[in-house]
């Protein structure tokens, strides 16, 4: 399944919504272009996302949370060397017993 996931250049992500804390895998890391360092969080990655792009990115997350559906955005990256690469993220978040939104896994 690794092979197969870097192969087709799909990383898995989770994103922890109460620290706001993003646990990568390390196909993921390379799409973003990221050192191994170990902490990651969703400021990190809205950093790397063009300005121009992060308004939406961050709507069709709030909307994939608020109504329970699934997280689709294609957005764009600036890389270490200048270069932009596009994204397309896709998660769905799970939710406690009272309904809230406690991860997002794409």
Not at 8 to 13: E, F, N, P, T, V
Not at 42 to 58: H, M, N, V
Request: some cysteine.
């Amino acid at each position: 399944l690794a092979l197969a996931m870097s192969r087709a250049h799909i990383g898995i992500c989770e994103l922890e919504l109460h620290s706001g804390s993003i646990r990568l895998t390390e196909i993921e890391r390379l799409l973003f272009d990221l050192d191994p360092q170990p902490k990651f969080t969703i400021d990190d990655l809205f950093i790397r996302i063009l300005p121009e792009d992060q308004a939406a990115t961050k709507q069709a997350l709030n909307d994939a949370i608020q109504t329970r559906s699934e997280y689709r955005a294609e957005f764009r990256i600036r890389k270490r060397d200048g270069s932009i690469a596009w994204i397309l993220g896709k998660g769905s978040a799970l939710y406690d017993e009272e309904g809230h939104a406690l991860k997002v896994f794409g």
